[in-house]
Structure formats: structure tokens, C-alpha cells
């Protein structure tokens, strides 16, 4: 079982669906507070997830400040959540592993893409995985 299917499964509603059993992903007040023990990933990142519950639980639309001050959550995760959360179209992830990797084999150059540079993103992970 996946880590996304574990906590989903463990902290999320149960519901039937005909004749099978379906899970919501739990919302922030189902995870703040609980023990994420049975997650396999470092105390860090777990604190994080439950800092970020916390922060949502009490505050449906935190600042990204407000996200940032999480300790474990930086930059990258931002930026993320501003592209694929409010769909900005203009977000580079240019710390992104695999980002600088395929752009260098692609030889692109991020500038030309502005205004659309989530897309360049999204399609310099797609290139990249199909090697």
C-alpha cells in the first residue's frame, strides 16, 4: 500500500460506494493533532504535514508566509502549490532536480517561455521521465 493510500485509508472518511469502500482524502482538521506513525518518512517531513493540518484547520487560506514559516516547507513547495493550487502559469521550478536536468539535455532556456513557464515545467518532467 502507497504512502498516499495509507493515510488517505487510515485518516480519511470511509464511505460505500455501491458495493465497494471508498476513502475521502481527509481534511485538515482529520489530521491535525493525530499521530502519523504509520507513515514511513522521517519526523520532519510527518511534523510538517501536521503543522500544515494545524495551520489549515484553523486558517482555510493561510498566506503563503504563513506556509513558509513551517519548519520543513520551503520554497520549492510554494512555488509548487502556487502552480498547480491557483494554476499561476508562470511558475519555474528551476531548483527542481529534474527540472535542471532536463533542461539542460533540452537546452532551454526558461526566459523565452515567460509567460507560461508551468507549462515548460510540466513538459520538462514529462520529457525527462520519457528517456
Known sequence: MGQVASFTETLGMKYTEGKTRR??????????GRSLAFLKMPQLRKQAISDFATLCANNPCPSYDDVLAIKGIGEWTVSYMKMRGDGDPDIYL?????VKKAAQRFETDEAQAA????????????LYNQK
Open 94 to 98: 528551476s531548483g527542481d532536480l529534474i
Open 115 to 126: 509567460p507560461w513557464r508551468s507549462y515548460l515545467t510540466l513538459q520538462l518532467w514529462h
Open 23 to 32: 476513502y475521502a482524502f481527509p481534511a485538515p482538521e482529520d489530521v491535525a
